[in-house]
């Protein structure tokens, strides 16, 4: 690998080498017509919704905390296995 002075590395080899030269480039298209509606279209999809200021976001935080912490807890009931159902009964019929 050779080191050129910008301190790029080359293969050997590839640094006197001709360069290709670059397709010459295509003349430009003919002018385009944009519709009113289109630029609108346009313009709509990159401009971002305002965001609500940051009192009113803290404001709806709290509220929904309160919210959540006012409501109560759903009971937690064991899950009821009917397979097993058989053996429970034993097991309880023998501490008796």
Do not use: K, W
């Not at 293969?11 to 430009?28: D, E, I, K, Y």
């Not at 990159?46 to 807890?73: E, F, H, K, S, Y």
């Amino acid at each position: 690998m050779l080191v050129t002075p910008t301190g790029l590395q080359t293969a050997p080899g590839t640094l006197n080498g001709p360069t290709a030269q670059p397709s010459p480039v295509a003349a430009a298209p003919a002018e385009v017509l944009i519709s009113t509606q289109q630029v609108l279209f346009g313009t709509a999809a990159i401009q971002a919704t305002r965001r609500a200021p940051l009192a009113g976001r803290i404001a709806t935080a709290l509220r929904r905390m309160v919210a959540d912490a006012n409501q109560p807890r759903h009971p937690h009931y064991p899950a009821h296995c009917a397979y097993i159902e058989d053996a429970r009964m034993a097991r309880e019929m023998d501490r008796l």
